[in-house]
T-cell receptor, first 111, second 116 residues
Framework: EDKVVQSPLSLVVHEGDTVTLNCSYEVTNFRSLLWYKQEKKAPTFLFMLTSSGIEKKSGRLSSILDKKELFSILNITATQTGDSAIYLCAVPPSGTYKYIFGTGTRLKVLA | GAVVSQHPSRVICKSGTSVKIECRSLDFQATTMFWYRQFPKQSLMLMATSNEGSKATYEQGVEKDKFLINHASLTLSTLTVTSAHPEDSSFYIC????????????FGPGTRLLVL
């Protein structure tokens, strides 16, 4: 059965801290892994990863994929209160466009 | 570009009534749309895949007679929650996958349903 698991489930840090969020997956014929940020409404797209070992970066956020060990990490450096959100990773199962979402990590950044 | 809208954004209804939620892709065509449900403090759970011009594909455990999906055009899918009950109260989110392919699905802003 296809599965996506995220850890930790929740995290509280102070502004300026660096956080690492984890996503592990078991999916037949892996194609890609996607990261999203969800605040009060619908998820917003952060990254799509398809190749192992290549870091994707956008400002203070970066992400990398390890296809051998079947996981991805999302790093946020110098966190700000605006980074408080649920971070979701998603993987499309083989041959479909639909996504299986992970459990999500609820991040709270304190001022 | 790639904007998806949902209507209504919030709805309160009485138990036993039916509620229709619309999902529109505003600036692109989508042969495939998805409907998700999200309970408080939980992740998104895929309910069904909506295919333009054909029947929706429902995920295991989702009642197709309760959650009616119609994808009548390349820019509109509707989800009707029939005979709603309080346990159907949730956040319903649609997403659309552009015809011709894209890097990601595009999500609507969600509809918060409260059934009294």
């Amino acid at each position: 059965e296809d599965k996506v698991v995220q850890s930790p489930l929740s995290l509280v840090v102070h502004e300026g801290d660096t956080v690492t969020l984890n996503c592990s997956y078991e999916v037949t014929n892996f194609r890609s892994l996607l990261w999203y940020k969800q605040e009060k409404k619908a998820p917003t797209f952060l990254f799509m990863l398809t190749s192992s070992g290549i870091e994707k970066k956008s400002g203070r956020l970066s992400s990398i994929l390890d296809k051998k060990e079947l996981f991805s990490i999302l790093n946020i450096t110098a966190t700000q209160t605006g980074d408080s959100a649920i971070y979701l990773c998603a993987v499309p199962p083989s041959g479909t466009y639909k996504y299986i979402f992970g459990t999500g990590t609820r991040l709270k950044v304190l001022a | 570009g790639a904007v998806v809208s949902q209507h209504p954004s919030r709805v309160i209804c009485k138990s036993g009534t039916s509620v229709k939620i619309e999902c529109r892709s505003l600036d692109f065509q989508a042969t495939t749309m998805f409907w998700y449900r999200q309970f408080p403090k939980q992740s998104l759970m895929l309910m069904a895949t909506s295919n333009e011009g054909s029947k929706a594909t429902y995920e295991q455990g989702v009642e197709k007679d309760k959650f009616l999906i119609n994808h009548a055009s390349l820019t509109l899918s509707t989800l009707t929650v029939t005979s709603a009950h309080p346990e159907d109260s949730s956040f319903y989110i649609c997403s659309a996958f552009p015809a011709g392919g894209a890097e990601t699905q595009y999500f609507g802003p969600g509809t918060r349903l409260l059934v009294l």
